[in-house]
């Protein structure tokens, strides 16, 4: 009897340990991206501030007028779903762990005379590290978030200024359109401006 016992336990023993590998390594796959919406758009791009080249998704074009007053980083790169930002050779800026980042622009979005960084990405939960206080825990699945970030000059970094929590739309991508308005496309193909206004981007369609 007790060998029977002791086999049965080893088997239940090994089931037990082979499920815990599995979901290991499921949440390692999960947590890498590998499962983010197919309707999302991916781009690569390099802007050379300085000089206002940009090359996306391998054409090259015209970002916009170079602001010749400003300090600026040098150069900003979004390669693989993540980005990093230079100045002097230096990486200033990296994108948050855990952030896959779609798309990003680069533009005075708050109308201040200087521009800001900002980001289409996806990340896990619906609120980032701040949530209400009626929400006891955040979802552990993938949300899309606007993360935008401006440039502090004498201390030659990014702070964050809008860290918004799930954007309530499956965003294919977004664009940049005449006097600082975001342009969002969903995953169908319909499309809603967006706008900085007071404190925090809101559409205006």
Not at 155 to 160: Q, V
């Amino acid at each position: 009897m007790s060998g029977i016992i002791k086999k049965r336990m080893i088997i239940v023993i090994a089931v037990i340990i082979a499920a815990a590998v599995a979901a290991a390594i499921f949440a390692v796959i999960y947590y890498s991206g590998l499962f983010l919406p197919h309707w999302a758009r991916w781009h690569d791009i390099y802007l050379d501030i300085q000089s206002g080249r940009c090359i996306a998704d391998g054409e090259e074009l015209r970002y916009e007028e170079i602001f010749e007053e400003v300090d600026e980083p040098d150069t900003i790169k979004l390669e693989n779903r993540k980005v990093k930002v230079f100045k002097e050779g230096k990486c200033i800026f990296k994108s948050p762990k855990g952030c896959f980042v779609q798309n990003m622009l680069y533009a005075d979005i708050d109308r201040d005379g200087e521009r800001e960084l900002i980001l289409l990405n996806f990340n896990k939960g619906r609120y980032g590290k701040h949530r209400p206080f009626w929400v006891d825990r955040d979802e552990l699945k993938w949300f899309q978030h606007i993360y935008i970030y401006d440039y502090i000059a004498e201390d030659k970094m990014f702070r964050p200024i809008w860290m918004a929590s799930d954007i309530g739309m499956e965003a294919a991508d977004f664009s940049l359109e005449e006097e600082q308005v975001i342009r969002m496309e969903d995953r169908h193909g319909e499309k809603s401006d967006w706008m900085w206004i007071s404190f925090g981007l809101r559409c205006v369609d």
